[in-house]
């Protein structure tokens, strides 16, 4: 993204937040092109966003007993069979 000193100067902390994501950012003063970008590149998965994984109205806690009563009940038929 290209703007003006003046544009700059106005939004710094917003188009530094854009560059420190990894947007190209440049600004013009007197005909020279200024480049800015970060010394750190952030990580391809840093621009991931959250999803929800869980269905609403889950109980994670009676989900996990229950998951834990069925690997016990397994085993426990398993280890019978030694």
């Not at 003046?6 to 950012?25: H, I, K, S, W, Y």
Request: no cysteine; aromatic share 8%.
């Amino acid at each position: 993204m290209r703007v003006t000193i003046t544009q700059f100067r106005r939004d710094l902390f917003r188009l530094v937040e854009r560059a420190l994501a990894g947007e190209p950012l440049e600004f013009t003063y007197r005909g020279v092109v200024f480049k800015v970008e970060s010394e750190v590149k952030p990580s391809r998965l840093a621009r991931l966003t959250g999803q929800p994984v869980v269905a609403r109205g889950t109980d994670l806690e009676k989900a996990s007993r229950e998951l834990l009563q069925e690997m016990q009940s397994e085993w426990e038929t398993d280890w019978a069979e030694l």
